[in-house]
Structure formats: C-alpha cells, structure tokens
C-alpha cells in the first residue's frame, strides 16, 4: 500500500535552516508529483510547492520562493522540502502530499513538526 | 490568483443530521478540479471528494461533493460521530493551489 513517511520532529533557532524528509513506499516515486504544505498551529492549509521527481522540476509558491527548496533522490524514493531563514513565523506542521492520477492529493505523510524558538 | 471562501466557519450539529458545506471560487475552477478534504485533530487531511463529485478511494457513500463554475458543495447526508472534523476545500490542477479556510463541523 502506499505510504509517504516523514522525519521527526524539528526544533531550530531563528536564522538556521531546516531539511524535512518524506519517504515513499508502495507506488513507483518518480511518476507522480509531490506537494509541500504548511498548517501553523490553529490555522487552515498552505500550498508551498510541488517537485516532479521525475524531471526535478519544481515550482513554488511566490510567498515562499527563495527560502524554500524542494529535491528528491530516486533510489531512497524519498522528497526533500529545506527552509532557510527561519522564524517564529515558520513554526508549523509540514506534510508531504502526493498528487494523484486526476491531479487530487491523494496520499499524506503523518506530518512533521518543526519549532523555531530561541 | 483565485481564492476559495468557505462557509460556515464553523456548523454545530448532531448525529444523524444532515451537513451542507459550501464553498466559492473567485474565478470559475477549470475542469471542476476542486477537492474537500477531513481534517481531525492531530492528524493529516484525509482526501474525501475530488473532481467536485468522485469519491475517493474508501469513503463512505453519506459524504458526496457537487457543483461546478464558482459554487461548490460537500453534504453528509447522515452524520456519523466521527464526521466530526474540519472540512477543506482546494482547487487544484493550476499553478496556484489555493485552500479554504476551513469549516469546523462540531456536535
């Protein structure tokens, strides 16, 4: 079955930079996108941007390009989504999601929390 | 830059009640790529409707999604104890991928 699988839970200072992991299982990696979003405490969804492992190409959204960087490795199946220049601000949860064959989100990672305090 | 306006804020039901959540495009959403997702308490959302109105894979037939152009709608025909969550829409399928704020659906 399909699986997205995320790394644990982040605590950073201001200013560092912060790289979250989402492993796949079960379905081939590179043929489908895979989506970054953003839940702060309390708060509704926000888009951050796709990567298609297939090509390595990616696109983010205007509020977060140039700080956010989203890879891949093909042989670990696995995405990578990196922020830099953090702030309070960036305290969140992040999923990965995978964006299935009629372009829905159809699988989630459980979500990884990252924390920016001094 | 489309955005998606869902109301109510929040929907104060009891079980076996019915539920209508809306949702309403600024622009007219292509192809009618607009999905609802659930979301509990400290877990992800789960996919229940995309392309307005197919069910995704394993959910049950009481959640059904419909619509088209700019007007959106997600009914629980019958409301079940763990229906009780916080319902997003999203347009997909554009450069942009706007959410909803969300509807808070409690007893």
């Known amino acids: 079955q399909v699986q997205l699988v995320q790394s644990g839970a982040e605590m950073k200072k201001p200013g560092a930079s912060v790289k979250v992991s989402c492993k796949t299982s079960g379905y081939t990696f590179s043929d489908y996108y895979m989506h970054w979003v953003r839940q702060a405490p309390g708060q509704g969804l926000e888009w951050m941007g796709w990567?298609?492992?297939?090509?390595?190409?990616?696109n983010y959204a205007r509020k977060f390009q140039g700080r956010v960087t989203l890879t891949r490795d093909r042989s670990f199946r696995t995405a990578y989504w990196e922020l830099s220049g953090l702030s309070s601000d960036d305290s969140a949860m992040y999923y990965c999601a995978r964006e299935g064959t009629s372009q829905e989100w159809d699988y989630w990672g459980q979500g990884t929390l990252v924390t920016v305090s001094s | 830059e489309s955005v998606l306006t869902q109301s109510p804020g929040t929907l104060s039901l009891s079980p076996g009640e019915r539920a209508t959540l809306s949702c309403r495009a600024s622009?007219?959403?292509?192809?009618?790529?607009l999905a609802w997702y659930q979301q509990k308490p400290g877990q992800a959302p789960r996919l229940l409707i995309y392309?307005?109105?197919s069910r995704a894979t394993g959910i049950p037939d009481r959640f059904s999604g419909s619509g088209s152009g700019t007007d959106f709608t997600l009914t629980i025909s019958r409301l079940e104890p763990e229906d009780f969550a916080v319902y997003y829409c999203?347009?997909?399928?554009?450069?942009?991928?706007?959410f909803g704020q969300g509807t808070k659906l409690e007893i």
């Open positions: 392309d307005a109105s």
């Open positions: 999203q347009q997909y399928g554009t450069s942009l991928l706007p």
């Open positions: 622009q007219s959403v292509s192809n009618n790529f």
């Open positions: 990567i298609n492992p297939m090509i390595d190409v990616t």
